[in-house]
């Protein structure tokens, strides 16, 4: 599932390929993770349908004329397809850290970031959904 949603605010544009604009994109992806119980005890291994949303304020277009949104949910894409239908316990970038919503948050964040040049966007947040009604954002 993608969706992307642009946000256009702020004053008007010089030229369009200038604007900056708040860009949503949305990534479902699914997996398993357990988590420890408040005596330390690990939880059983369960799955969920984690939707993740990053939020960037970018340029309306890159350099070569595409719609920048284009290239977010492109990293989007790579950072969930990395942790699609994996237990997310097993994983390296989980190796010190317990794989909850706030960690993926995260991770998702960090790797995202590592992509995106400091001329054409800047994440704002990632919120990371585990349950229609339970999620949690991280922001540097
Ligand atoms: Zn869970």
Same mark, same amino acid.
């Given at each position: 599932?993608?969706?992307?949603?642009?946000?256009?605010?702020?004053?008007?544009?010089?030229?369009?390929?200038?604007?900056?604009?708040?860009?949503?994109?949305?990534?479902?992806?699914?997996?398993?993770?357990?988590?420890?119980? +408040? /005596?330390? &005890? *690990?939880?059983?291994? %369960?799955?969920?349908?984690?939707?993740?949303?990053?939020? #960037?304020?970018?340029?309306?277009?890159?350099?070569?004329?595409?719609?920048?949104?284009?290239?977010?949910?492109?990293?989007?894409?790579?950072?969930?397809?990395?942790?699609?239908?994996?237990?997310?316990?097993?994983?390296?970038?989980? +190796? /010190?850290? &317990? *794989?909850?919503?706030? %960690?993926?948050?995260?991770?998702?964040?960090?790797?995202? #970031?590592?992509?995106?040049?400091?001329?054409?966007?800047?994440?704002?947040?990632?919120?990371?959904?585990?349950?229609?009604?339970?999620?949690?954002?991280?922001?540097?």
């Amino acid at each position: 599932m993608t969706n992307a949603i642009i946000r256009s605010g702020g004053s008007t544009p010089v030229r369009q390929e200038c604007q900056l604009i708040e860009a949503a994109i949305k990534k479902s992806f699914s997996a398993a993770h357990f988590l420890k119980e +408040k /005596d330390g &005890a *690990p939880e059983d291994l %369960h799955g969920h349908n984690f939707v993740v949303e990053l939020v #960037a304020v970018c340029t309306v277009k890159t350099a070569e004329g595409r719609p920048f949104c284009e290239t977010l949910e492109k990293w989007l894409e790579e950072a969930t397809r990395t942790l699609h239908h994996k237990n997310l316990n097993n994983l390296p970038s989980f +190796k /010190d850290c &317990a *794989p909850s919503s706030e %960690h993926i948050a995260q991770y998702i964040f960090n790797e995202a #970031a590592k992509k995106i040049g400091p001329s054409h966007a800047n994440i704002s947040h990632v919120t990371v959904w585990e349950a229609d009604d339970t999620g949690v954002t991280y922001k540097r």
